[in-house]
């Protein structure tokens, strides 16, 4: 430090001799001159003396004037820009962004874009090379009189713009000195002008700064104006409509024609006269646009417009690892992600969630009246249930801090009313006037649903509904993990059948106990039916998984072992760890949504498992592809396990009895395809679940409480095949009607391979089954010893 400050004193001794051998060298010659070669030469001594000075600048002579943008820069300029995500049909379906700005080529501007900003911001834009010095002089004379007015060129305005001179460079050691700073900022911002015209054409200078200039209302760049005020084009734009834009930029508050109409009028009849003095448009033009209103069609684009929001930030987690690694910005380096979802399937999927939830919701409103749903297993009101919760809420972060140990104070302040929004299916939002209490009460008695579609060939997401409003309910039910009840006794007899067993061996629905051990003491493990009943009947595996028969599936488990129940569902592609008990085999360790689909989509692959495929590929923001799925798929379980299970799950239409004979009653069995299913509830129909299967595609639901302690009280209501099957079928109605995506109309291919397990047998439907069979409920009692 003492050696810089002592290279920088002698810098200024050796400046000060220099200058004063200068100054008494120019007075001689000065003096000895006429006085128009006096002149001349003072002209010609301060243009040096200004270009040196500006080189001094340029290079940060001494330090004394901070840093500039250098040719790496200006070469290669940082702006931040919008990444684009597309669905796999080539919609435009989202953003990630910081600053709103999509970059549009000079041949997307129309012209009348282009005379407009320039006859009005800059009329010698095509004459001088970075600075008017025409207006400079003007500006001055002006200023002399009162009358300050600009003088920057769009060149400058791009530099001030683009790299930020006068917030993110230093000024130096000058820049401390009043006045100094602005006189060294407008330096930089000349000297970085020049370097820019002297690398770009006028016409890439007009295409970035027209990219770069901020409009106002989070528009950034002329594409995202356009589409914002007036829902058009820069190629579309007309006069009016970019007199209003251009007007704007002189300040975009002052003259937002939706904060300031009247301002924002009569600044844009001002530009037009600017463009009918430069001959931009004829006298009758002006005279006509002039009376026209400003019309806007204004809309604020956010991060969380558009469609599949839930799925769209799981891609930003899925790659949150990537970007860091890979040095990218996913909100502002201008990416196009291209992903695996399709827009119309997405469509369906929404309005399938929508239809059914709110009948659902309807039912559960009905079920439960004026009373609280938070229940505990006896069925009795869960004490202090709204208080605890609560405490978790900022309002209640906010009170406590406020109001420290004066919990009196916390408590009035919570139930007291006050302007709010809540979630309302026929608003989407409602503003309300209701206390923090009275909303969490409120909002805990709605039901939710997760629904999740994907290809089993491919892996690839096709459809992802993360709950019922993005807006009120962030956690995304697709990757929450619930108990999937009957849904995993697809685990269950993969792993039988690749121990040896077959669909058409049979087992008995009887009573067992079984020897467990449970918090540390030996107990008894007891499994029932839904109905709480044992028939005695002798059953084939292929019925009792089509009737959902706990106490058989609990055999089964019992027989290859629990382990190798787990083993067989992580091959399969469940990645959550399970609890290897008896309990197991009826689905009672949880699992997510997204995971359980995945699985069954090895069976439908013929065996073969891979990962869910959310993106296929990223660009950057040049159009080079960065990142490529490469996704692999192994064979987990053979060929003729997998076609055993499909025969399975289509027997839960096909079986007496079976759980997911609901279907028959969709519009769904003439577009020659073939369906499969299984439903699955949890004790107490905490979680109801759904998961049906096509060749081409394989999708699920599930539906329960935000907790597991709210939910219905009877499986008549609450149990799979009554609240998650029917947003398959609504969503399977529209997919097969829809002719453009009729390549997902197919039949179960015939065996390939030889199977050498019997598969063909069917049960004999009799009067004493019960309908009571046909349910999914995870039920067991713990007796201990």
């Not at 109001?403 to 009313?417: A, E, F, V």
């Not at 839960?652 to 499969?676: I, R």
């Amino acid at each position: 430090m003492e050696k810089t400050i002592l290279f920088i004193k002698k810098g200024f001794c050796f400046l000060r001799k220099q200058s004063s051998r200068l100054i008494i060298w120019y007075k001689r010659l000065y003096e000895a001159k006429p006085w128009y070669r006096r002149t001349l030469t003072a002209l010609i001594t301060f243009i040096a003396a200004f270009i040196l000075y500006l080189f001094l600048v340029d290079i940060n002579f001494l330090w004394l004037f901070g840093k500039s943008p250098g040719l790496s820069s200006i070469h290669n300029p940082e702006q931040p820009t919008a990444s684009e995500i597309y669905s796999a049909d080539g919609k435009l379906i989202g953003k990630y962004f910081r600053e709103n700005r999509t970059p549009v080529t000079f041949n997307e501007i129309s012209p009348i874009l282009i005379n407009t900003l320039i006859d009005t911001e800059d009329e010698r834009f095509y004459q001088h090379f970075g600075i008017d010095f025409q207006g400079v002089f003007a500006a001055i004379k002006d200023m002399t009189k009162g009358e300050a007015r600009g003088a920057s060129t769009i060149t400058q305005q791009l530099v001030k713009n683009m790299f930020k001179v006068r917030s993110q460079y230093s000024t130096g050691l000058l820049g401390i000195i009043p006045g100094v700073k602005l006189i060294i900022m407008k330096s930089k911002e000349w000297i970085t002008a020049v370097k820019i015209e002297m690398f770009y054409t006028k016409q890439e200078i007009l295409t970035m700064y027209l990219n770069t200039v901020d409009f106002g209302s989070n528009a950034y760049g002329i594409k995202t104006a356009c589409e914002t005020y007036f829902h058009t084009t820069p190629k579309d734009i007309t006069y009016e409509q970019a007199a209003t834009l251009v007007g704007l930029l002189k300040a975009t508050t002052t003259y937002n024609p939706r904060l300031n109409p009247e301002k924002s009028l009569k600044r844009r009849n001002v530009v037009l006269e600017n463009l009918m003095r430069h001959h931009g448009i004829t006298q009758a033009q002006y005279d006509s646009l002039k009376k026209i209103p400003i019309h806007l069609n204004y809309s604020i684009e956010k991060n969380y417009d558009g469609q599949a929001l839930y799925f769209r930030e799981a891609i930003a987690e899925y790659l949150a690892t990537w970007y860091k690694e890979n040095n990218v910005d996913l909100y502002a380096d201008g990416l196009k992600i291209y992903t695996t979802l399709d827009s119309r399937m997405q469509q369906y999927a929404e309005a399938a969630v929508n239809k059914q939830m709110r009948t659902v919701q309807r039912n559960f409103n009905n079920h439960w009246g004026n009373q609280a749903p938070w229940r505990d297993r006896n069925n009795q009101e869960i004490p202090h249930f709204i208080e605890d919760l609560s405490k978790r809420t900022i309002a209640y972060k906010l009170l406590s801090e406020k109001y420290p140990n004066r919990p009196d104070s916390i408590d009035y302040y919570l139930n007291l009313p006050h302007r709010l929004k809540v979630f309302d299916y026929n608003l989407g939002t409602r503003d309300t006037t209701i206390s923090t209490m009275d909303s969490i009460r409120y909002m805990e008695r709605f039901m939710h649903c997760g629904f999740v579609a994907m290809e089993p060939q491919t892996g690839y997401v096709k459809a992802w509904v993360g709950d019922i409003n993005f807006g009120s309910w962030k956690y995304d039910k697709v990757l929450s993990k619930r108990q999937p009840g009957s849904t995993f006794k697809l685990f269950v007899y993969t792993a039988g059948i690749n121990k040896g067993m077959s669909p058409c061996d049979c087992r008995v629905d009887q009573f067992q106990a079984w020897d467990v051990i449970e918090n540390g003491k030996p107990a008894k493990w007891i499994p029932h039916n839904a109905n709480g009943e044992y028939t005695g009947d002798t059953l084939s595996l292929k019925a009792a998984f089509a009737r959902s028969v706990n106490t058989i599936a609990v055999q089964v488990g019992q027989e290859v072992g629990a382990h190798e129940v787990a083993q067989t569902a992580y091959a399969m592609g469940i990645k959550t760890p399970l609890e290897e008990t008896p309990a197991l085999s009826l689905g009672a360790s949880d699992v997510s949504l997204l995971e359980l689909i995945n699985a069954y989509t090895t069976v439908i692959n013929e065996g073969k498992e891979h990962d869910p495929v959310l993106i296929t590929r990223i660009e950057d923001s040049d159009g080079h592809t960065i990142y490529e799925n490469k996704t692999p798929q192994k064979q987990v379980i053979p060929y003729e396990t997998a076609f055993l299970m499909t025969e399975m799950l289509k027997a839960g239409l096909t079986e007496p009895l079976g759980t997911s004979q609901a279907l028959w009653g969709y519009d769904l069995f003439h577009y020659d395809t073939d369906f499969g299913g299984k439903t699955g509830t949890s004790s107490n129909h905490s979680d109801a679940w759904f998961v049906g299967v096509t060749p081409k595609l394989v999708g699920g639901a599930w539906v329960g409480g935000e907790h597991r302690s709210i939910h219905f009280r009877t499986g008549a209501l609450g149990q799979g095949s009554r609240t998650a099957l029917p947003v398959f079928g609504y969503f399977m109605e529209q997919v097969l009607k829809d002719n453009s995506l009729k390549n997902y109309r197919a039949h179960f291919p015939k065996p390939k391979e030889k199977i050498n397990k019997e598969y063909g047998c069917r049960t004999i439907y009799h009067r004493k089954d019960t309908d009571s069979i046909a349910t999914d409920s995870l039920i067991n009692t713990l007796l201990e010893e």
